[in-house]
């Protein structure tokens, strides 16, 4: 009775009172045992079986799924309501018109998710069957993984990965710990260490593990992979021991044991709960600007079919108004269909024309676009210049969806750390109490050329300092979470240092952390080892130091520091503590401060990666305090994340300064001019970092982000101590819209007195201008004053930013009132959340794990392949899928304008005027090829080219190519056409005589007059029009063009005589027998159609051919200049040449004084940059004289670093 109540009672407590400590917990029994009689009562919870559900259909679901997804697309929904209408009412084209097409689509579309989905569910009964090792009975049984459940000890051996998220409970190590790579999960090869509970550790055995009577309470599932809360309950004589649970114990299905022969662990999440499940799910639909654009059109061209079938409705009651018109001979009514309500009738005829006219909405444009899209995206994974050797990567594509929206890019938001540099660290140097130590040169492990003739600087500091100066190294060689490996190679790349006879290699998750314990280790302080919670150091005297490893105060972007608590072997307490300045500074009592700082900031200028170093003494109170502090935190389920930091915020304080390292983060490789190339092309670039100030502004000069002669605006901190944030937003407003004004005055651009402006602002700065305090209130919009600057600088630098403000500033640009299309690169964790919100995210293959890869739209291995990706793919694919979008719409005005003009010549009856087979193929078979094709291959210029004058990128920004000028061009064109083409077949059956055997027979042709001759002559003349339009438009041609293009043409021609010139049996009646053969045997009308395909084509030919000639645009310049290079342009030409004068004039190509022109505003489309031969290096370039008589100013950039041309 009492078990009965008890169980009640936790009942009461977990689910009606609602307490959060229980709601968001569960309670998992190792074991499957039972606790003791009186300790908790045993509720066996359900949980989920290890299943990996990763498809999204079954074979029962996958008919109504798929077709409920599908039609929820407007278009496919807006053809079945078609469709429906031609079976239900009397229409005057076949059901199957409308039928067949959709029933494509539809088809296509659920194959092809289909079989996508199939192939999820082979892989998931690959991973679901595959064999594990289960403790029962204390003996190891293999069981399907599909069968593990929550609770059952899981037995994993040495390189098998891990079957579903596990506690380690012990392992063959005698310490407890075992090694695991996290690759799969997010792309670190470092090897990490995990530890067992402390109480379970030394259980080996399988019948000393079965013996384990304990139960874990641990938070609810969820998917942060590096977050876990939980405690254990071990048993001991009836008695609970709890010990604290977290990320450090678990083991996550997905990552693979090694350098461990073996571990036992208990099952905690399985299935769809475990974290690597979890991180399955979908991320936000993006949707780029010429889908938007797609979809505007669609409703312009639904508007203008209502207006056909509403003015063709009115305009038949109108003309229906004589009694004889409305009953002639032929066409009597019946009695039903005189009774009808006049207005239904009239909306059962206004249905009839939107069917008849419903082919205006191409329904395969979308098809077509979904194939371009999927299609299209694998040219960026076959593109072997974005393959980097030293990775063996290529990029990747996630999102197929957002490849035209890489050509329409305004603003670029990058990381610095891994993604602008190579995250590869060399330690430089350290300071301690204001003396300076050099290390030899030493990079990730390997020896810099000629470093062992190095010496380190020492101003032979006195017996105190020099007991600082150990007291800093072996500070160094304590605080970290580096591991020791003995082995030759790591992940097949060898590395390590020579210390005597053995050879050790340290590995981190954090390239810092290396490179501090290498440097220590040429300065004579080498870290040995992690031994059963004791690190080792060698000293200078080859002496081995133990330190008790008491407390690890684990590092966190918030806290920006870490610490450890060590018990030396003379039993002094000592906690050492290091961070960014910012977060040490503040916590130090004493020490040599100024020095130190002074150090700090000349190294944070240098651009070098800086950390202070600090300790404090510990007495065996204050270490039973912070014990109590830790472990009071740590055994919380709720909130435990906030109580440790409050935690670590008490103990981490009156520290002692000793000094201070610097490390150096190299630039990547051609990063300077990637930025480069990207301003050019118009695109704005700002740098979000959580780095200082300095490092990142040195970063900045150094990528040629800022010149010399940038002006550099601050809106930090420190100036807005001196004065208020409204004073110093509004001065900043007039400094760049004083000069901005004067900039418009003058549009050579080339006044001396130019200024251009870089901006820096940091994060607590930023907070106050996105959320100003309410003091501040009054002071009007900051957001627009802050807005405004940065619309004026040419470059921004947002430096100590924390992940979540970067999501901010790339949210603020992105819904500011001009929308400009952002794009966010990083390479780490906390680039994420940028990455997800800009339109755009693309993740950089770099050092600091694949979750930037993973929720990216796109993943390159480099910062310099941003530059193809953007300039030249994203180029591509813009101009490829406007043409097609505006295409299809011009293919179908002309398609069925022609039918709106025939209901004036038929009495309104809705009569088609095409053939059912022509209406049902013509979007299908005979006009989609070759656009798929040209939406595929097309190159309006080399891609040299593109890659050589960015300036090219500005002529398609804004979707300039699907603007509603350009629209209404097309729709025009697409009007005129179908006039020409219909009166001209109109007035070539003007004149008709009967002939002696009563055939109506044309006086001009010799043909056989009738409806489907007419309609005939009128579709052909369509469908090679609409062809050789796309033809002109092409400037790439291959031997696939020639023959998709000319193809499609046989295809129609042969189609045509197959479906007129035979019987076929399964048609009731053959209304289009012999009407093609028997046209094509009239010799007017071969020449009727060469003329209207001639009178059609000619408009856009001339206005085409007087463009060119009166107002050319940078693109038609260079299209012409490669042809009279002969497609050799981009070898040796310099592009300058071709783009347009400007108005303030310029010098001369090849005078001496172009290296004193002023630097010229970026952002400025009127002035055009220009490509220069470098004269110290004639070697490499070659000039020759231009072809073209156009001069330009060359420019050359004098920014930080070697003087570069661009």
Same mark, same amino acid.
């Given at each position: 009775?009492?078990?009965?109540?008890?169980?009640?009672?936790?009942?009461?407590?977990?689910?009606?009172?609602?307490?959060?400590?229980?709601?968001?917990?569960?309670?998992?029994?190792?074991?499957?045992?039972?606790?003791?009689?009186?300790?908790?009562?045993?509720?066996?919870?359900?949980?989920?079986?290890?299943?990996?559900?990763?498809?999204?259909?079954?074979?029962?679901?996958?008919?109504?799924?798929?077709?409920?997804?599908?039609?929820?697309?407007?278009?496919?929904?807006?053809?079945?309501?078609?469709?429906?209408?031609?079976?239900?009412?009397?229409?005057?084209?076949?059901?199957?018109?409308?039928?067949?097409?959709?029933?494509?689509?539809?088809?296509?579309?659920?194959?092809?998710?289909?079989?996508?989905?199939?192939?999820?569910?082979?892989?998931?009964?690959?991973?679901?069957?595959?064999?594990?090792?289960?403790?029962?009975?204390?003996?190891?049984?293999?069981?399907?993984?599909?069968?593990?459940?929550?609770?059952?000890?899981?037995?994993?051996?040495?390189?098998?990965?891990?079957?579903?998220?596990?506690?380690?409970?012990?392992?063959?190590?005698?310490?407890?710990?075992?090694?695991?790579?996290?690759?799969?999960?997010?792309?670190?090869?470092?090897?990490?260490?995990?530890?067992?509970?402390?109480?379970?550790?030394?259980?080996?055995?399988?019948?000393?593990?079965?013996?384990?009577?304990?139960?874990?309470?641990?938070?609810?599932?969820?998917?942060?992979? !590096?977050?876990?809360?939980?405690?254990?309950?071990?048993?001991?004589?009836?008695?609970?021991?709890?010990?604290?649970?977290?990320?450090?114990?678990?083991?996550?299905?997905?990552?693979?044991?090694?350098?461990?022969?073996?571990?036992?662990?208990?099952?905690?999440?399985?299935?769809?709960?475990?974290?690597?499940?979890?991180?399955?799910?979908?991320?936000?639909?993006?949707?780029?600007?010429?889908?938007?654009?797609?979809?505007?059109?669609?409703?312009?061209?639904?508007?203008?079919?209502?207006?056909?079938?509403?003015?063709?409705?009115?305009?038949?009651?109108?003309?229906?108004?004589?009694?004889?018109?409305?009953?002639?001979?032929?066409?009597?009514?019946?009695?039903?269909?005189?009774?009808?309500?006049?207005?239904?009738?009239?909306?059962?005829?206004?249905?009839?024309?939107?069917?008849?006219?419903?082919?205006?909405?191409?329904?395969?444009?979308?098809?077509?676009?979904?194939?371009?899209?999927?299609?299209?995206?694998?040219?960026?994974?076959?593109?072997?210049?974005?393959?980097?050797?030293?990775?063996?990567?290529?990029?990747?594509?996630?999102?197929?969806?957002?490849?035209?929206?890489?050509?329409?890019?305004?603003?670029?938001?990058?990381?610095?750390?891994?993604?602008?540099?190579?995250?590869?660290?060399?330690?430089?140097?350290?300071?301690?109490?204001?003396?300076?130590?050099?290390?030899?040169?030493?990079?990730?492990?390997?020896?810099?050329?000629?470093?062992?003739?190095?010496?380190?600087?020492?101003?032979?500091?006195?017996?105190?300092?020099?007991?600082?100066?150990?007291?800093?190294?072996?500070?160094?060689?304590?605080?970290?979470?580096? $591991?020791?490996?003995?082995?030759?190679?790591?992940?097949?790349?060898?590395?390590?240092?020579?210390?005597?006879?053995?050879?050790?290699?340290?590995?981190?998750?954090?390239?810092?952390?290396?490179?501090?314990?290498?440097?220590?280790?040429?300065?004579?302080?080498?870290?040995?080892?992690?031994?059963?919670?004791?690190?080792?150091?060698?000293?200078?005297?080859?002496?081995?130091?133990?330190?008790?490893?008491?407390?690890?105060?684990?590092?966190?972007?918030?806290?920006?520091?870490?610490?450890?608590?060590?018990?030396?072997?003379?039993?002094?307490?000592?906690?050492?503590?290091?961070?960014?300045?910012?977060?040490?500074?503040?916590?130090?009592?004493?020490?040599?401060?100024?020095?130190?700082?002074?150090?700090?900031?000349?190294?944070?200028?240098?651009?070098?990666?800086?950390?202070?170093?600090?300790?404090?003494?510990?007495?065996?109170?204050?270490?039973?305090?912070?014990?109590?502090?830790?472990?009071?935190?740590?055994?919380?389920?709720?909130?435990?994340?906030?109580?440790?930091?409050?935690?670590?915020?008490?103990?981490?304080?009156?520290?002692?300064?000793?000094?201070?390292?610097?490390?150096?983060?190299?630039?990547?490789?051609?990063?300077?001019?990637?930025?480069?190339?990207?301003?050019?092309?118009?695109?704005?670039?700002?740098?979000?970092?959580?780095?200082?100030?300095?490092?990142?502004?040195?970063?900045?000069?150094?990528?040629?982000?800022?010149?010399?002669?940038?002006?550099?605006?601050?809106?930090?901190?420190?100036?807005?101590?001196?004065?208020?944030?409204?004073?110093?937003?509004?001065?900043?407003?007039?400094?760049?819209?004083?000069?901005?004004?004067?900039?418009?005055?003058?549009?050579?651009?080339?006044?001396?007195? !130019?200024?251009?402006?870089?901006?820096?602002?940091?994060?607590?700065?930023?907070?106050?201008?996105?959320?100003?305090?309410?003091?501040?209130?009054?002071?009007?919009?900051?957001?627009?004053?802050?807005?405004?600057?940065?619309?004026?600088?040419?470059?921004?630098?947002?430096?100590?930013?924390?992940?979540?403000?970067?999501? $901010?500033?790339?949210?603020?640009?992105?819904?500011?009132?001009?929308?400009?299309?952002?794009?966010?690169?990083?390479?780490?964790?906390?680039?994420?959340?940028?990455?997800?919100?800009?339109?755009?995210?693309?993740?950089?293959?770099?050092?600091?794990?694949?979750?930037?890869?993973?929720?990216?739209?796109?993943?390159?291995?480099?910062?310099?392949?941003?530059?193809?990706?953007?300039?030249?793919?994203?180029?591509?694919?813009?101009?490829?899928?406007?043409?097609?979008?505006?295409?299809?719409?011009?293919?179908?005005?002309?398609?069925?304008?022609?039918?709106?003009? !025939?209901?004036?010549?038929?009495?309104?009856?809705?009569?088609?005027?095409?053939?059912?087979?022509?209406?049902?193929?013509?979007?299908?078979?005979?006009?989609?090829?070759?656009?798929?094709?040209?939406?595929?291959?097309?190159?309006?210029?080399?891609?040299?080219?593109?890659?050589?004058?960015?300036?090219?990128?500005?002529?398609?920004?804004?979707?300039?190519?699907?603007?509603?000028?350009?629209?209404? !061009?097309?729709?025009?064109?697409?009007?005129?056409?179908?006039?020409?083409?219909?009166?001209?077949?109109?007035?070539?059956?003007?004149?008709?005589?009967?002939?002696?055997?009563?055939?109506?027979?044309?006086?001009?042709?010799?043909?056989?007059?009738?409806?489907?001759?007419?309609?005939?002559?009128?579709?052909?003349?369509?469908?090679?029009?609409?062809?050789?339009?796309?033809?002109?438009?092409?400037?790439?041609?291959?031997?696939?063009?020639?023959?998709?293009?000319?193809?499609?043409?046989?295809?129609?021609?042969?189609?045509?005589?197959?479906?007129?010139?035979?019987?076929?049996?399964?048609?009731?009646?053959?209304?289009?027998?012999?009407?093609?053969?028997?046209?094509?045997?009239?010799?007017?009308?071969?020449?009727?159609?060469?003329?209207?395909?001639?009178?059609?084509?000619?408009?856009?030919?001339?206005?085409?051919?007087?463009?060119?000639?009166?107002?050319?645009?940078?693109?038609?310049?260079?299209?012409?200049?490669?042809?009279?290079?002969?497609?050799?342009?981009?070898?040796?030409?310099?592009?300058?040449?071709?783009?347009?004068?400007?108005?303030?004039?310029?010098?001369?190509?090849?005078?001496?004084?172009?290296?004193?022109?002023?630097?010229?505003?970026?952002?400025?489309?009127?002035?055009?940059?220009?490509?220069?031969?470098?004269?110290?290096?004639?070697?490499?370039?070659?000039?020759?004289?231009?072809?073209?008589?156009?001069?330009?100013?060359?420019?050359?950039?004098?920014?930080?670093?070697?003087?570069?041309?661009?």
């Amino acid at each position: 009775m009492g078990m009965d109540l008890s169980t009640l009672r936790t009942l009461i407590s977990r689910y009606c009172v609602g307490e959060e400590n229980w709601v968001d917990s569960r309670t998992v029994y190792i074991g499957h045992k039972e606790p003791p009689p009186g300790a908790e009562a045993f509720i066996q919870q359900r949980f989920p079986d290890n299943r990996i559900v990763s498809s999204k259909y079954t074979f029962w679901n996958f008919i109504p799924k798929n077709m409920f997804e599908q039609f929820r697309r407007i278009a496919n929904f807006y053809f079945l309501i078609i469709f429906l209408v031609q079976l239900i009412i009397d229409t005057p084209t076949s059901p199957i018109t409308s039928g067949l097409p959709l029933f494509f689509v539809i088809t296509v579309t659920a194959i092809k998710q289909g079989y996508e989905d199939w192939l999820r569910h082979k892989a998931d009964n690959a991973v679901n069957q595959c064999p594990v090792h289960v403790l029962q009975h204390g003996k190891v049984i293999r069981k399907q993984s599909r069968k593990l459940r929550v609770g059952d000890i899981v037995f994993v051996k040495e390189d098998e990965s891990f079957p579903c998220d596990l506690i380690l409970l012990s392992s063959s190590r005698d310490d407890g710990t075992c090694y695991v790579t996290t690759a799969s999960l997010d792309g670190e090869s470092s090897h990490k260490t995990y530890y067992a509970v402390q109480d379970t550790k030394a259980y080996n055995a399988e019948k000393e593990v079965d013996s384990i009577h304990a139960t874990i309470e641990c938070e609810q599932p969820q998917p942060d992979l !590096y977050k876990f809360v939980g405690r254990i309950n071990i048993y001991m004589n009836n008695e609970p021991v709890a010990r604290p649970l977290g990320s450090e114990n678990l083991l996550l299905r997905g990552a693979t044991l090694k350098n461990t022969e073996y571990i036992y662990a208990v099952a905690i999440y399985t299935g769809m709960e475990t974290k690597m499940a979890l991180n399955y799910q979908t991320k936000s639909q993006k949707r780029s600007a010429v889908e938007k654009s797609m979809n505007a059109y669609l409703v312009v061209y639904l508007c203008i079919l209502i207006s056909k079938a509403f003015i063709n409705t009115v305009l038949k009651y109108a003309w229906q108004s004589d009694p004889i018109r409305d009953e002639p001979w032929y066409d009597q009514r019946t009695e039903a269909e005189r009774e009808r309500h006049i207005l239904i009738r009239a909306f059962t005829d206004f249905l009839a024309f939107m069917v008849l006219f419903n082919y205006i909405i191409p329904v395969s444009m979308y098809v077509t676009v979904e194939m371009q899209k999927f299609l299209g995206s694998y040219f960026i994974m076959w593109d072997d210049e974005m393959f980097d050797p030293e990775l063996g990567e290529r990029a990747v594509v996630n999102t197929s969806d957002l490849n035209e929206e890489l050509g329409q890019v305004e603003y670029v938001f990058t990381d610095k750390t891994g993604t602008l540099t190579e995250n590869n660290m060399e330690f430089i140097e350290c300071c301690v109490d204001g003396h300076v130590y050099v290390a030899q040169a030493i990079c990730n492990g390997q020896v810099m050329p000629g470093a062992d003739t190095m010496d380190m600087i020492d101003t032979s500091p006195g017996p105190e300092a020099r007991e600082h100066e150990e007291l800093f190294f072996r500070a160094l060689c304590l605080c970290h979470t580096v $591991q020791v490996k003995e082995e030759e190679t790591v992940d097949g790349i060898k590395q390590g240092i020579h210390h005597g006879k053995s050879t050790s290699f340290y590995i981190s998750s954090s390239p810092d952390e290396v490179a501090l314990v290498e440097g220590m280790k040429r300065l004579g302080f080498t870290y040995l080892r992690l031994k059963d919670s004791h690190m080792e150091i060698l000293n200078r005297e080859e002496e081995i130091e133990r330190f008790e490893l008491l407390e690890v105060l684990t590092f966190d972007s918030v806290r920006r520091r870490m610490s450890v608590i060590v018990r030396a072997s003379t039993g002094e307490l000592y906690l050492f503590c290091k961070g960014a300045d910012s977060s040490i500074f503040p916590r130090v009592i004493s020490g040599k401060v100024d020095q130190v700082r002074a150090r700090v900031e000349h190294n944070a200028v240098e651009g070098l990666r800086t950390l202070c170093v600090a300790y404090r003494p510990l007495s065996p109170a204050q270490y039973q305090e912070v014990c109590l502090l830790l472990s009071g935190a740590k055994l919380a389920l709720q909130d435990r994340d906030k109580r440790l930091a409050e935690a670590y915020d008490m103990i981490e304080k009156d520290l002692i300064l000793l000094g201070a390292t610097a490390v150096e983060d190299r630039l990547q490789e051609k990063a300077a001019d990637t930025i480069e190339s990207l301003h050019k092309a118009g695109m704005k670039v700002w740098v979000l970092t959580g780095d200082k100030m300095e490092t990142a502004a040195a970063t900045c000069y150094a990528s040629k982000l800022f010149h010399r002669n940038t002006q550099i605006l601050e809106l930090t901190t420190k100036r807005t101590e001196e004065q208020s944030l409204h004073d110093v937003l509004f001065d900043l407003s007039r400094t760049v819209l004083r000069q901005h004004g004067g900039m418009s005055r003058d549009m050579s651009g080339l006044s001396s007195d !130019y200024v251009d402006y870089g901006l820096i602002i940091d994060g607590a700065t930023l907070s106050t201008v996105m959320k100003p305090s309410q003091e501040d209130s009054n002071s009007g919009n900051y957001k627009e004053i802050f807005l405004e600057i940065c619309r004026n600088c040419s470059a921004v630098l947002c430096c100590r930013m924390a992940p979540l403000q970067k999501a $901010q500033v790339v949210k603020l640009i992105k819904t500011s009132k001009e929308h400009p299309i952002t794009l966010a690169v990083g390479d780490g964790a906390n680039d994420v959340s940028m990455i997800l919100e800009a339109h755009v995210g693309i993740g950089i293959m770099g050092k600091e794990g694949r979750q930037a890869v993973r929720n990216s739209d796109y993943a390159i291995p480099k910062f310099k392949h941003l530059k193809k990706i953007l300039l030249v793919h994203g180029h591509y694919y813009y101009i490829r899928i406007s043409e097609l979008v505006q295409y299809f719409f011009y293919k179908n005005v002309c398609f069925i304008f022609p039918q709106f003009l !025939y209901q004036f010549f038929c009495g309104f009856s809705q009569q088609p005027l095409y053939d059912t087979a022509y209406l049902t193929l013509y979007n299908i078979s005979f006009t989609s090829l070759p656009i798929l094709l040209y939406s595929l291959i097309e190159q309006h210029i080399n891609m040299d080219i593109l890659k050589k004058d960015p300036c090219l990128y500005r002529d398609i920004a804004k979707n300039s190519l699907l603007r509603w000028p350009i629209f209404i !061009y097309w729709t025009v064109l697409g009007v005129y056409d179908a006039i020409v083409m219909f009166f001209g077949a109109y007035f070539l059956f003007d004149n008709t005589t009967f002939t002696s055997n009563g055939q109506l027979m044309t006086t001009n042709t010799q043909m056989m007059f009738g409806n489907w001759t007419f309609g005939t002559l009128v579709f052909t003349v369509l469908v090679f029009t609409v062809t050789f339009k796309l033809a002109l438009d092409t400037h790439y041609w291959t031997w696939i063009n020639h023959f998709v293009i000319w193809g499609s043409l046989i295809f129609f021609v042969v189609f045509s005589l197959l479906w007129g010139g035979i019987i076929w049996p399964f048609l009731n009646y053959q209304r289009m027998y012999y009407v093609f053969m028997q046209m094509l045997s009239s010799g007017p009308a071969w020449l009727s159609i060469v003329l209207l395909i001639t009178a059609s084509l000619l408009p856009d030919v001339l206005q085409k051919v007087i463009w060119r000639a009166l107002w050319p645009t940078t693109t038609e310049r260079i299209q012409e200049a490669d042809k009279l290079y002969k497609g050799q342009l981009s070898e040796f030409t310099p592009l300058s040449s071709i783009h347009a004068t400007p108005m303030g004039g310029g010098l001369r190509r090849g005078s001496g004084t172009h290296r004193n022109t002023p630097n010229p505003i970026r952002s400025e489309s009127f002035t055009k940059k220009a490509m220069v031969t470098r004269w110290h290096r004639p070697q490499d370039y070659h000039t020759f004289t231009p072809l073209l008589g156009f001069t330009d100013v060359n420019h050359t950039y004098s920014g930080a670093g070697p003087e570069t041309s661009v």
